[in-house]
């Protein structure tokens, strides 16, 4: 490995950096904060660029998260770059690669990794920080989760890789064969991933929306057919004569963490089928169920939350494959600065270049 030093990069790397750190809810600051150095088994990456979530939404306004570490906390969990500084034991990646870095690493030894639920691993090690010059990448993720970029994958759409391997994680929990019939309610993020999922694995999809714009998306995604978010009795029907013989579908994805919304998601599932809730609820959120249908119905319940080092490895390789597809989910570019308002008017995933006005090696 040659030692290129970070300056010749062409990255500011001294001694401070800026940096969005969440000090409460609502509170996200942009400050000035030492740079990071790599401690053993640990790399650090300038970040080229970040993505927004509405997961970061959520964690703004909440000001609390199982990712989040005691506040006040380095903010933002997608981003990709190139790594400016490597410590001593971190091995399979070198200084000046680009790199594919996921936002957790879990234990691989505890009851649930040995298990395949790593998204439930008690030792899980989660990253947030994206939304800074620079960032320092704990050893438990580089030794797991950090990738080495396929050459010609934009560092945005690297970025993408832990937001899709969600929907992917949750796409591959389901059962749904191809030429069955599939309901995704909500054309977020997750729901746009989940309809590509589940349209490349040949089922009908059918993705319901407000947004004409999150329908328009899902159309090039791979979607069946698209609708209004069903909001009523005559909206559910709608949807169900949609659905073959109008008895619901075989499996139905609620991608908004939403009690209402999962309730309409298993009103829209046939006898036999499955339901997926895929979308984080409020701490206090109360789900009602009809307890006769899921009983006599044979109605499957299941949830997904989070990813797993495959499902990171095969959302990277399913980008790579349309990378115009995928550059489709992503908004305007913005700086540090922009970020906070940003995630409360909502809208589309941005993408965020914390080195907005490079300035050069030093
Ligand atoms: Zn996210
Ligand atoms: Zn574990």
Same mark, same amino acid.
């Given at each position: 490995m040659k030692d290129v030093g970070p300056r010749?990069?062409?990255?500011?790397?001294?001694?401070s950096m800026r940096a969005l750190i969440l000090y409460g809810p609502g509170d996200l600051r942009l400050a000035e904060i030492p740079t990071p150095e790599p401690g053993q088994g640990e790399i650090v990456v300038a970040v080229d660029a970040a993505l927004t979530c509405a997961t970061d939404a959520k964690m703004l306004s909440r000001g609390t998260h199982p990712s989040l570490g005691p506040l006040p906390a380095p903010f933002g969990h997608e981003g990709a770059g190139t790594v400016v500084a490597i410590g001593h034991g971190a091995h399979g990646i070198s200084v000046g690669d680009a790199a594919v870095i996921a936002n957790s690493a879990p234990c691989g030894r505890c009851e649930w990794c040995v298990r395949g639920r790593e998204g439930l691993c008690e030792q899980i090690t989660y990253l947030t920080g994206m939304f800074a010059e620079f960032i320092r990448v704990p050893a438990a993720i580089v030794a797991h989760n950090v990738m080495v970029r396929p050459p010609d994958l934009a560092p945005e759409l690297a970025a993408l890789a832990e937001p899709v391997a969600c929907g992917v994680r949750a796409a591959t929990r389901s059962a749904a064969?191809?030429?069955?019939?599939?309901?995704? #309610?909500? $054309?977020?993020?997750?729901g746009q991933v989940l309809c590509a999922v589940l349209a490349r694995r040949g089922c009908q999809v059918i993705l319901c929306d407000p947004h004409l714009e999150h329908r328009a998306s899902a159309r090039r995604m791979g979607a069946w057919r698209v609708d209004d978010a069903p909001r009523d009795a005559a909206g559910l029907a709608r949807v169900l004569a949609q659905t073959p013989g109008g008895r619901g579908a075989h499996a139905t994805f609620a991608a908004v963490g939403d009690a209402r919304v999962w309730e309409s998601a298993v009103a829209l599932t046939r006898p036999g089928g499955e339901v997926n809730f895929h979308g984080g609820p409020a701490p206090d959120d109360v789900l009602r169920l009809p307890a006769s249908r899921l009983h006599y119905e044979e109605i499957t319940l299941q949830a997904s939350y989070h990813h797993t080092p495959t499902a990171i490895r095969q959302a990277v390789a399913m980008i790579a494959d349309e990378p115009e597809l995928f550059a489709s #989910?992503? $908004?305007?570019?913005?700086?540090?600065?922009?970020?906070?308002?940003?995630?409360?008017?909502g809208g589309p995933k941005r993408i965020v270049r914390p080195r907005h006005a490079p300035t050069g090696p030093a």
């Open positions: 010749a990069l062409g990255h500011r790397y001294g001694p064969r191809a030429g069955e019939s599939v309901v995704v #309610l909500g $054309g977020g993020l997750q #989910l992503l $908004g305007p570019e913005i700086g540090l600065e922009e970020v906070a308002d940003a995630l409360v008017s």
